[in-house]
């Protein structure tokens, strides 16, 4: 009998039979099934020995090309791609073999990198895993929807004041796609919080991803002591007021929002050992943030550093790090 089978009675008819894929953590099992992106933890002393074996997601950045020159964007857009179709193929699906659940791929926009739709096709049909990927949406089509319809998990629109984010919405929505948007939180934003929100939901999105700026370069983007508050206020009134809706926090906000209610409470943001970072020139990171990186050509390149390095939770150095004290922001808030 396997751990799951030993589980399987506990879950809700509608979940005893779903193929499910297995990941151990330490000291717990999760259930994946990337059609739905469902998730589910147990938690017992069938689970206690178990050990963690691979990271979860692989974030993959595929391309430093852009159509958008974003001001904040911490991409280095003068940095080449080494990834290709094939040899991005073949990584992933290596990675599958290891025991990674999910890629989330990014750029750059990916959009843009050659042979999209084919690639998320051949992805799907050779591995397990579950297949997502942020945009700015510009280049989207109805027909590219179509085309990968049931291939993908969920597709991360970016919220932008020069990507038409509405016209990318009607889309999604208009072709069904599974989508979901990425919303930079600045006091500027939250300021007028409550109306874009409104207008988000009259478009039909349902599935909110609220991210906090890092960074040094722009500190007024910064959250200052009073705006936790009310964006802690304002995310509970709507955890209250809506129950068809998914809001997502951005791991980097810490414990600056002690009273929001979170799915997972470990403490910890999870970089370097839940996920990795991959960029489009072939360095792994922590996360995304990290400067530098150390240079990798293969998978077991990878696999050596996550298990060499998966335990040091090294914050990144600059202000907006869930693991540095108040974000790392005290000498940009004054906060206590």
């Not at 330490?26 to 990271?55: C, H, I, S, W």
């Not at 591995?127 to 997502?132: A, C, E, K, M, Q």
Request: proline share 6%.
């Amino acid at each position: 009998m396997t751990i799951l089978d030993a589980y399987r009675h506990y879950l809700p008819p509608p979940l005893q039979f779903v193929p499910w894929r297995e990941h151990p953590l330490d000291g717990k099992l999760l259930l994946f099934e990337r059609n739905t992106g469902l998730n589910v933890l147990l938690e017992g002393e069938e689970t206690a020995m178990l050990r963690r074996v691979a990271p979860r997601t692989l974030l993959i950045a595929v391309t430093n090309v852009c159509n958008l020159s974003c001001p904040f964007c911490y991409r280095d857009l003068t940095y080449p791609s080494d990834w290709t179709f094939d040899n991005l193929l073949e990584f992933c699906q290596q990675a599958d073999d290891w025991g990674v659940l999910e890629v989330a791929f990014g750029g750059g926009e990916p959009m843009l990198f050659p042979r999209w739709e084919e690639f998320i096709h051949e992805l799907y049909a050779t591995t397990r895993l579950g297949i997502n990927f942020t945009t700015n949406g510009m280049r989207l089509t109805g027909d590219f929807l179509d085309a990968i319809a049931g291939k993908y998990g969920q597709i991360r629109v970016s919220l932008y004041d020069t990507n038409h984010w509405a016209d990318t919405i009607h889309l999604m929505v208009e072709h069904e796609a599974r989508f979901g948007i990425n919303w930079l939180i600045t006091p500027e934003e939250l300021d007028g919080i409550q109306p874009k929100f409104d207008e988000l939901m009259a478009l039909g999105v349902r599935d909110f991803l609220l991210l906090g700026y890092k960074g040094d370069e722009f500190p007024a983007m910064h959250f200052a002591p009073d705006d936790y508050r009310r964006f802690s206020d304002w995310l509970n009134r709507m955890y209250a007021e809506h129950d068809d809706i998914t809001l997502k926090l951005d791991v980097c906000w810490g414990k600056m929002l002690p009273d929001v209610p979170r799915l997972f409470i470990e403490g910890d943001c999870g970089a370097g050992d839940d996920f990795l970072s991959l960029t489009s020139h072939k360095q792994i990171k922590p996360c995304s943030f990290h400067p530098g990186g150390i240079s990798f050509n293969t998978l077991d390149d990878v696999r050596r550093y996550w298990e060499r390095t998966r335990h040091h939770k090294a914050p990144v150095m600059m202000g907006g790090c869930g693991r540095l004290p108040a974000r790392g922001l005290i000498h940009i808030e004054g906060g206590d």
